[in-house]
């Protein structure tokens, strides 16, 4: 067990729709970090933030956006879903930016 | 852009024997750090063994080992007296924008079959 939480474990939704997932990083983790694993694309940096400001962007669609709460935890919103969304979806977290990252169990989402 | 080079799609090793797999990558920077994970069936993103580009010295967990070679930009994993509980996806990862940002790139991964 990583420390990080994510939630939910699998979300089937339908195209057009939109999803929140949801990341809490081991405690005293101040970064934290969203990736997209799929088929095509491998595993993919999305974006990260850092004590609840954005540091960094990757492949992240307009489509999507996410941000970094108070408490730390974070969100990823993904709206207008599209098959090609399907996906797992990882959250991991580190002490400081550039530390090494834990990884939470990742959310699986299908879009049908 | 940083690109992540696993050469190895498959690899296969009988247990208890070596097996050694390759990773090259890209960077513009001169101190970063460099990470395996490994990818068992359950999809859990595993930390396997971290190397600091500034270390000269390789670094070892238990039956892990790296030999990373910073001029030519090669990190690769040694896995030791192999265990069924071994088999997995490998990638390597290098924190390549520098310790500033922490974004990792992944490579496409090298599954790794352990026979008995």
């Known amino acids: 067990d990583s420390g990080v939480t994510q939630t939910p474990k699998h979300l089937i939704t339908a195209t057009g729709q939109r999803v929140t997932l949801r990341c809490s990083p081991r405690?005293?983790?101040?970064?934290v970090y969203w990736y997209q694993q799929s088929l095509d694309q491998g595993l993919q940096f999305l974006i990260q933030y850092y004590n609840g400001e954005e540091r960094a962007k990757g492949n992240i669609l307009e489509r999507f956006s996410a941000q970094q709460f108070p408490d730390l935890h974070s969100e990823l919103n993904l709206s207008s879903l599209e098959l090609g969304d399907s996906a797992l979806y990882f959250c991991?977290?580190?002490?400081?930016?550039?530390?090494?990252?834990?990884f939470g169990p990742g959310t699986r989402l299908t879009v049908l | 852009a940083q690109t992540v080079t696993q050469s190895q799609p498959e690899m296969s090793v009988q247990e208890a024997e070596t097996v050694t797999l390759s990773c090259t990558y890209d960077?513009?920077?001169?101190?970063?750090?460099l990470f395996w994970y490994k990818q068992p069936p359950s999809r859990q993103m595993i930390l396997v063994i971290r190397?600091?580009?500034?270390?000269?010295q390789n670094a070892t967990e238990n039956r892990f080992s790296v030999n990373f070679q910073k001029a030519a930009k090669s990190f690769s994993l040694k896995i030791s007296d192999s265990q069924l509980g071994d088999a997995a996806m490998y990638f390597c990862a290098p924190n390549a924008g520098g310790t500033s940002y922490g974004k990792l790139t992944f490579g496409q991964g090298t599954i790794l079959t352990v026979h008995p």
């Open positions: 405690s005293g983790d101040l970064s």
């Open positions: 991991a977290s580190s002490v400081d930016p550039g530390d090494t990252q834990y």
């Open positions: 190397q600091e580009a500034y270390k000269q």
């Open positions: 960077t513009s920077e001169s101190d970063y750090y």
